[in-house]
């Protein structure tokens, strides 16, 4: 990806493909794949409002995809904006069958891939 008019474009093409994240098979679907993904220093809030690290992110991930992974999943509202060169804030709400949640993805484009900085799931009340 050039820096360029279409940038933000091309940015939000890229990451609608890759949200949900950890959701997209064609992303990979393993431990090592989903590594991959993580940018150093990866953090996330749940929809719990609890803090997970890195590893426990991955240890989850690979928990959850060691069967096969039955989805069904809407994205709503999605929106991209650029925040700082290169880096990109992701936001959206999602119904995972009646599960309500917003999510807010920071993405980073560094050495000609995607990675993930910082992910936050919070659930919306009835």
Not at 76 to 85: N, R, Y
């Amino acid at each position: 990806m050039t820096r360029s008019a279409s940038t933000i474009e091309q940015a939000t093409a890229a990451l609608r493909a890759r949200e949900p994240i950890f959701h997209h098979a064609e992303f990979g679907t393993s431990r090592a794949d989903f590594a991959a993904m993580l940018a150093p220093g990866f953090w996330e809030v749940g929809a719990s409002g609890r803090k997970y690290s890195k590893s426990v992110v991955l240890d989850t991930l690979e928990a959850r995809h060691a069967a096969p992974v039955q989805e069904n999943f809407s994205v709503m509202d999605f929106a991209c904006q650029e925040i700082a060169p290169d880096l990109y804030l992701v936001t959206y709400r999602l119904d995972q069958g009646g599960r309500l949640s917003r999510r807010a993805t920071i993405w980073r484009y560094f050495e000609s891939s995607w990675k993930i900085v910082y992910h936050q799931g919070t659930l919306i009340a009835a």
